[in-house]
Protein backbone atom coordinates (compact mmCIF):
# COMPACT_ATOMS: atom_id res chain seq x y z
CA UNK A 1 0.00 0.00 0.00
CA UNK A 2 2.48 2.55 0.92
CA UNK A 3 4.58 1.82 -2.71
CA UNK A 4 1.07 2.31 -4.54
CA UNK A 5 1.06 5.73 -2.46
CA UNK A 6 4.50 6.93 -2.83
CA UNK A 7 4.35 6.01 -6.83
CA UNK A 8 1.07 8.06 -6.79
CA UNK A 9 3.10 10.67 -5.38
CA UNK A 10 5.67 10.48 -8.07
CA UNK A 11 3.67 10.32 -10.87
CA UNK A 12 1.68 13.50 -9.67
CA UNK A 13 4.82 15.76 -8.91
CA UNK A 14 6.53 14.32 -12.30
CA UNK A 15 2.94 15.71 -14.59
CA UNK A 16 2.81 18.64 -12.17
CA UNK A 17 6.51 19.75 -13.18
CA UNK A 18 6.36 18.60 -16.54
CA UNK A 19 3.38 21.21 -16.96
CA UNK A 20 5.53 24.03 -15.89
CA UNK A 21 8.50 24.21 -17.93
CA UNK A 22 9.31 27.63 -19.90
CA UNK A 23 8.22 28.19 -23.54
CA UNK A 24 6.24 25.23 -22.99
CA UNK A 25 4.02 25.23 -26.12
CA UNK A 26 0.76 23.13 -26.03
CA UNK A 27 -1.23 22.34 -28.77
CA UNK A 28 -4.78 22.26 -28.16
CA UNK A 29 -7.81 20.65 -29.53
CA UNK A 30 -10.65 22.85 -31.04
CA UNK A 31 -13.14 20.41 -30.42
CA UNK A 32 -12.02 19.95 -26.70
CA UNK A 33 -11.99 23.88 -25.36
CA UNK A 34 -13.90 26.89 -25.47
CA UNK A 35 -11.91 29.81 -27.54
CA UNK A 36 -11.43 32.89 -25.70
CA UNK A 37 -14.58 35.18 -25.77
CA UNK A 38 -12.02 38.39 -27.30
CA UNK A 39 -15.61 40.04 -28.18
CA UNK A 40 -16.74 39.75 -24.68
CA UNK A 41 -13.24 41.48 -23.51
CA UNK A 42 -13.09 44.25 -26.06
CA UNK A 43 -17.11 45.20 -25.32
CA UNK A 44 -15.59 44.99 -21.18
CA UNK A 45 -13.49 47.98 -22.12
CA UNK A 46 -15.53 49.97 -24.29
CA UNK A 47 -17.77 49.86 -21.40
CA UNK A 48 -15.21 50.86 -19.29
CA UNK A 49 -14.40 54.13 -21.22
CA UNK A 50 -17.77 54.91 -21.89
CA UNK A 51 -18.27 55.42 -17.99
CA UNK A 52 -15.51 56.96 -17.18
CA UNK A 53 -14.08 60.61 -17.36
CA UNK A 54 -11.50 59.54 -19.17
CA UNK A 55 -9.92 62.49 -21.56
CA UNK A 56 -9.17 60.23 -24.92
CA UNK A 57 -6.32 61.23 -27.37
CA UNK A 58 -5.99 59.85 -31.08
CA UNK A 59 -2.48 60.08 -32.56
CA UNK A 60 -2.55 59.48 -35.97
CA UNK A 61 -0.48 59.44 -39.08
CA UNK A 62 -0.57 59.11 -42.85
CA UNK A 63 2.17 58.40 -44.83
CA UNK A 64 4.32 60.76 -42.37
CA UNK A 65 1.48 63.53 -41.82
CA UNK A 66 1.17 63.10 -38.18
CA UNK A 67 -1.76 64.63 -36.33
CA UNK A 68 -3.10 64.43 -32.70
CA UNK A 69 -6.24 65.83 -31.17
CA UNK A 70 -8.85 64.71 -28.09
CA UNK A 71 -11.38 63.15 -29.33
CA UNK A 72 -14.85 62.15 -27.94
CA UNK A 73 -16.44 59.17 -26.51
CA UNK A 74 -18.10 58.17 -29.77
CA UNK A 75 -15.00 58.32 -32.23
CA UNK A 76 -13.22 55.97 -29.90
CA UNK A 77 -16.10 53.40 -30.32
CA UNK A 78 -16.26 54.31 -33.91
CA UNK A 79 -12.38 52.93 -33.91
CA UNK A 80 -12.60 50.55 -31.04
CA UNK A 81 -15.72 48.15 -33.17
CA UNK A 82 -13.21 47.24 -35.12
CA UNK A 83 -11.96 44.79 -32.48
CA UNK A 84 -15.44 43.70 -31.87
CA UNK A 85 -14.99 42.48 -35.66
CA UNK A 86 -11.99 40.43 -34.54
CA UNK A 87 -13.94 37.64 -32.33
CA UNK A 88 -13.14 34.41 -33.17
CA UNK A 89 -14.80 32.62 -30.59
CA UNK A 90 -17.97 31.47 -32.06
CA UNK A 91 -17.85 28.01 -32.58
CA UNK A 92 -18.60 27.70 -36.30
CA UNK A 93 -14.86 29.66 -36.05
CA UNK A 94 -12.65 26.88 -34.17
CA UNK A 95 -12.14 24.89 -37.33
CA UNK A 96 -10.75 27.41 -39.02
CA UNK A 97 -8.08 27.98 -36.86
CA UNK A 98 -5.38 26.08 -34.29
CA UNK A 99 -5.08 27.16 -31.06
CA UNK A 100 -1.72 26.60 -29.13
CA UNK A 101 -0.73 27.73 -25.51
CA UNK A 102 2.67 29.24 -24.54
CA UNK A 103 3.92 30.17 -20.91
CA UNK A 104 6.50 32.39 -21.15
CA UNK A 105 8.42 33.33 -17.39
CA UNK A 106 10.37 36.67 -19.35
CA UNK A 107 7.24 38.24 -18.82
CA UNK A 108 5.22 36.39 -16.69
CA UNK A 109 2.35 35.46 -19.09
CA UNK A 110 0.25 32.50 -21.08
CA UNK A 111 -0.14 33.71 -24.46
CA UNK A 112 -2.91 32.12 -26.25
CA UNK A 113 -2.22 31.96 -29.80
CA UNK A 114 -4.81 31.42 -32.92
CA UNK A 115 -3.39 30.54 -36.07
CA UNK A 116 -5.39 30.72 -39.23
CA UNK A 117 -5.42 27.23 -40.87
CA UNK A 118 -5.45 29.06 -44.43
CA UNK A 119 -4.04 31.98 -46.61
CA UNK A 120 -7.25 32.88 -47.64
CA UNK A 121 -8.88 33.42 -43.88
CA UNK A 122 -8.91 37.53 -43.36
CA UNK A 123 -7.66 37.00 -39.49
CA UNK A 124 -4.35 35.48 -39.18
CA UNK A 125 -3.65 35.49 -36.03
CA UNK A 126 -4.22 36.58 -32.61
CA UNK A 127 -2.05 36.62 -29.72
CA UNK A 128 -3.51 36.73 -26.46
CA UNK A 129 -0.88 37.33 -23.11
CA UNK A 130 -2.97 36.81 -20.15
CA UNK A 131 -1.30 36.95 -16.55
CA UNK A 132 0.15 33.75 -15.28
CA UNK A 133 -0.93 34.66 -11.48
CA UNK A 134 -4.63 36.31 -12.40
CA UNK A 135 -5.28 35.41 -16.14
CA UNK A 136 -6.25 38.78 -16.59
CA UNK A 137 -5.84 40.12 -20.07
CA UNK A 138 -2.68 41.70 -20.54
CA UNK A 139 -2.55 42.54 -24.33
CA UNK A 140 -4.02 41.20 -27.35
CA UNK A 141 -2.32 41.23 -30.86
CA UNK A 142 -4.27 40.67 -34.05
CA UNK A 143 -3.33 40.87 -37.06
CA UNK A 144 -5.36 40.69 -40.66
CA UNK A 145 -4.66 40.44 -44.24
CA UNK A 146 -7.48 40.68 -46.52
CA UNK A 147 -8.06 42.50 -50.26
CA UNK A 148 -10.37 45.33 -51.47
CA UNK A 149 -10.15 45.28 -55.26
CA UNK A 150 -6.60 45.11 -56.09
CA UNK A 151 -5.40 46.24 -53.04
CA UNK A 152 -3.92 44.10 -50.58
CA UNK A 153 -4.38 45.68 -46.85
CA UNK A 154 -2.41 44.50 -43.63
CA UNK A 155 -4.13 45.48 -40.54
CA UNK A 156 -1.75 45.39 -37.10
CA UNK A 157 -3.91 45.49 -34.26
CA UNK A 158 -2.61 46.00 -30.70
CA UNK A 159 -5.04 46.48 -27.38
CA UNK A 160 -2.75 47.43 -24.45
CA UNK A 161 -5.76 46.70 -21.76
CA UNK A 162 -7.26 49.30 -19.40
CA UNK A 163 -4.83 51.51 -21.32
CA UNK A 164 -5.08 52.30 -25.25
CA UNK A 165 -5.19 50.92 -28.58
CA UNK A 166 -3.58 50.81 -32.13
CA UNK A 167 -4.19 50.21 -35.61
CA UNK A 168 -1.63 50.14 -38.54
CA UNK A 169 -2.93 49.23 -41.26
CA UNK A 170 -0.15 49.33 -44.96
CA UNK A 171 -1.92 49.08 -48.26
CA UNK A 172 -0.81 48.35 -51.63
CA UNK A 173 -1.37 48.56 -55.06
CA UNK A 174 -0.15 46.80 -57.96
CA UNK A 175 1.12 49.44 -59.35
CA UNK A 176 3.27 50.17 -56.50
CA UNK A 177 1.55 52.27 -54.40
CA UNK A 178 1.92 52.03 -50.54
CA UNK A 179 -0.39 53.64 -48.13
CA UNK A 180 0.90 53.73 -44.19
CA UNK A 181 -1.31 54.67 -41.83
CA UNK A 182 -1.10 54.60 -37.99
CA UNK A 183 -3.52 55.21 -35.13
CA UNK A 184 -3.03 55.00 -31.47
CA UNK A 185 -5.55 55.77 -29.02
CA UNK A 186 -4.81 55.84 -25.49
CA UNK A 187 -7.19 56.72 -22.75
CA UNK A 188 -5.08 55.99 -19.58
CA UNK A 189 -1.93 55.52 -20.60
CA UNK A 190 0.84 57.85 -19.70
CA UNK A 191 3.99 57.45 -20.92
CA UNK A 192 6.82 59.27 -20.20
Known amino acids: MRNCVLCFALLFIMLSCKNKKAGKTEKVSSDSTKYFALGVFFQQQIVDVDLR?????????????????????????????LFLQKDISAPEMHNRFSETVFHDLSTKSYTLNYRAKSVDEPIQNIDILLDENT???????????????????????????DKSFQINRVSKTPS???????????WNDHKK
Open 53 to 81: AYHIYLVKNLNGKKDSLEIDKEIFKSYAN
Open 135 to 161: SIVKRVFVRTETMHKDTSIVEQCNWKA
Open 176 to 186: GYISNEFNYIN
